[in-house]
């Protein structure tokens, strides 16, 4: 029962294009939902995050849109470089009505930004 | 300066033989996590910690057993280890709080039970 489902396993993407990595969730008490980035060998490193307030959030190169009735969310990487090749790993946290701030996470989708 | 630390990096051995995985987070958070990373790569929380006290206790077996001297330590020990246990375990460490709960994950220990 995957409550955050990433359901491309890779991505690749020509430098300079942009990069769209997708995410479904099915758990309707998400409402704060977040991106991480990971090296291998090293552990996941937080990109960017956003509240089930926003249907938008910008950082620089990246941006994440959120979809409530759609229950999706996609991260866009603007413009791809190759120190992007990664994988990504999309996360949700419920509502703190819910007494927990428990991080489930997405599968991952490896992106491959191609020189 | 690493920010969330965990030793060993590498840990290779025997099924039935009990080991320890030691974090430790210098950014002044109150909240610390074990994860595991399985061989199909997913992220699963196994235990959190707020200020020492076990708040998120997934369904893992009683042979892993966390513990907390203080709020900057959080480590892991595993008893009887099986073939099945073998996968990378993270770290990550944050501040309990609705909305920003950004955690930051350590390096990741490399366990295989052979």
């Known amino acids: ?115 | 300066d690493t920010a969330v630390s965990q030793t060993p990096k590498y840990l290779v051995t025997q099924m039935g033989n009990d080991k320890s995985i030691k974090c430790e987070q210098n950014l002044g958070h109150d909240t610390m996590y074990w994860y595991k990373q399985d061989s199909k790569k997913f992220l699963k929380i196994m235990f959190s910690y707020n200020n020492k006290e076990l708040i998120i206790n997934e369904t893992v077996p009683n042979r892993f057993s966390p513990k907390s001297p203080d709020k900057a330590h959080l480590n892991l020990h595993i008893n009887s280890l099986e073939l099945g246990d073998s996968a990378v375990y993270f770290c990550a460490s944050s501040y309990r709080r609705q909305g920003s709960n950004e955690q930051f994950f350590g390096p990741g220990t490399r366990l295989t039970v052979l």
């Not at chain 1, 552990?43 to 994440?64: A, H, Y």
């Open chain 1, 1 to 115: 029962d995957q409550q955050v489902k990433q359901n491309s396993p890779s991505l690749s993407v020509q430098e300079g294009r942009i990069s769209i990595l997708n995410c479904d969730y099915t758990n309707s008490m998400f409402d704060y939902f977040l991106w991480y980035k990971k090296y291998p060998a090293e552990g996941p490193t937080f990109l960017i995050s956003i509240s089930s307030i926003k249907d938008k959030n910008e950082d620089g190169r990246f941006t994440v849109f959120l979809n409530k009735s759609a229950k999706h969310l996609s991260l866009h990487i603007v413009p791809s470089q190759p120190g992007d090749s990664a994988v990504y790993f999309c996360a949700a946290i419920p509502y703190s009505g819910a007494g927990s701030y428990q991080l489930t996470f997405g599968k991952g989708t490896k992106l491959s930004v191609i020189p």
